[in-house]
């Protein structure tokens, strides 16, 4: 029962490379989205997909892009980190897209930008 | 904007003792609250959700809807509890779903 699943699980990089955060989801869930977690700061959220084929903007999508390859897949993209985008990162899944759908989490992709 | 507030980002109980983590919140729709855990090396999980009215390994959660607010409790904490816990809030504002906000936690440390 792997759920939620997140590759990889840590990541260093140097300011100005680029990287793909993969995440993909055995529930058939059609909700996916990306988080970061920041010591005193929660989880925010960064991107979403409602649906297959669709994707928005959460709260901090600056320097991020995101593609929802499949109904399993949906990736994140860093093109070009910087040292603030230094973080835990999470994907997760729910059935349905709404604020009443529990949500399921990934182990997190911890990622240092030097 | 809807907005969690945790205000306690670190709290210490001794085992037995009783354990409330507060939670408050703003929302201008229809709320949906939940509680989330993340014990060590471990995924985050839902502990509970306030339309199900259930005890999960003995916490609780009431929503109070005047006060605005969704405290975790547990008369009796056990250090398996130790973990960080984020209270988020979701539902329906204007009949349209709204995705989850988060809390910024609070890290729970059960003492012997």
């Known amino acids: 029962n792997a759920g939620v699943t997140q590759t990889p699980k840590f990541q260093v990089l140097k300011t100005g490379q680029s990287m793909t955060l993969q995440c993909a989801q055995d529930m058939n869930h059609n909700s996916m989205y990306w988080y970061r977690q920041d010591p005193g700061m929660g989880l925010r959220l960064i991107y979403y997909s409602a649906s297959e084929g669709t994707t928005d903007k959460g709260e901090v999508p600056n320097g991020y892009n995101v593609s929802r390859l499949n109904k399993r897949e949906f990736s994140l993209r860093l093109e070009s980190a910087a040292p603030s985008q230094t973080s835990v990162y999470f994907c997760?899944?729910?059935?349905?897209?709404?604020?009443?759908?529990?949500?399921?989490f990934g182990d997190g992709t911890r990622l240092s930008i030097l | 904007a809807q907005r969690v507030t945790q205000p306690e980002k670190l709290l210490s109980v001794f085992k037995g003792a009783p354990v409330e983590l507060k939670c408050n919140y703003s929302y201008s729709g229809s709320p949906e609250l939940f509680w989330y855990v993340q014990y060590s090396r471990q995924r985050l999980q839902l502990l509970l959700r306030h339309i199900s009215r259930e005890s999960i390994k003995g916490f609780t959660a009431d929503l109070n809807k005047g006060e605005t607010s969704f405290h975790l409790k547990k008369p009796f904490a056990q250090e398996e509890d130790s973990a960080m816990y984020y209270c988020a809030l979701g539902g329906f504002s204007s009949g349209s779903a709204r995705q989850l906000t988060f809390g910024s936690g609070t890290q729970l440390t059960v003492l012997p």
């Open positions: 997760a899944s729910s059935e349905r897209f709404g604020g009443n759908q529990p949500q399921h």
